[in-house]
């Protein structure tokens, strides 16, 4: 007879017993979780946020002259870039009384680029434009301006960036002014109410 070959064994794992294993002690054993029926009486309850008083639909009725301009740093250097007086403009756009406003972030963004953007920096500290201090952390102007926009609806954004937009444009009732044709143009005022977004 010949001798027979063995099967080589894989290593095999020592099992672990579940927690609701019957071999386990009563008091080591994991404990069914008991369903609490719901009372189809009770009123369920979700949080939903609160609609900002100030709109009628889509329109604003905050937004009165003298108009307040939330300004970002790029739409300084594209003015500058198109030889454009920020006031001045903004008045010739809106034909009224602007107070255009740089929040502490976006000075801190501009004073960061300060070799690039000399120009830009001494536009900004000019004493015509209103500062906004921050209270959040971090200097992302962005979010600065988008969580501003969020909590008061009286400001119009002065912005050249595309993603800055696109955030802004969820935000019902919040106009965007932008550079086209070496002039400023704005996006949605109250009184083009269903006008397409370019």
């Known amino acids: 007879m010949g001798k027979q070959k063995k099967t080589r064994q894989c290593a095999t794992m020592k099992q672990r017993l579940s ?6 002690k009563e008091k080591d054993r994991l404990k069914p979780k008991k369903k609490e029926k719901k009372d189809p009486s009770t009123l369920k309850e979700r949080e939903v946020p ?3 008083s ?8 905050q937004l ?8 970002d740093t790029n739409f300084i250097n594209f003015s500058i ?24 972030s976006v000075m801190a ?11 830009a920096l001494r536009i900004a500290k000019d004493p015509r434009f209103e500062r ?9 102007a962005d979010d600065c301006l988008v969580q501003r926009v969020t909590q008061h609806k009286c400001y119009i954004v002065a912005t050249v960036d595309q993603d800055l937009k696109r955030r802004i444009w ?21 009184d083009d109410y269903g006008a397409p977004r370019f």
Do not use: W
């Not at 927690?19 to 386990?24: A, H, K, S, T």
């Not at 030889?83 to 502490?104: E, F, G, H, N, W």
């Open 170 to 190: 969820k935000i019902p009732g919040v106009p965007i002014m932008y550079i086209s044709n070496h002039r400023y143009n704005i996006e949605r005022m109250p």
């Open 109 to 119: 963004e501009t004073e960061k680029l300060e070799q690039k953007y000399l120009v």
């Open 132 to 140: 906004l201090p921050c209270t959040h952390k971090g200097t992302y």
């Open 81 to 104: 870039k198109a030889k454009l007086d920020l006031v001045q403009s903004m008045m010739d756009c809106l034909y009224a009384k602007c107070i255009p406003c740089i929040t502490d």
């Open 19 to 24: 927690l609701r294993d019957q071999r386990l």
């Open 54 to 61: 100030c709109l009628f639909y889509q329109y604003n009725t």
């Open 64 to 71: 009165s002259p003298p108009y307040h301009i939330l300004v």
């Open 50 to 52: 609160q609609h900002p």
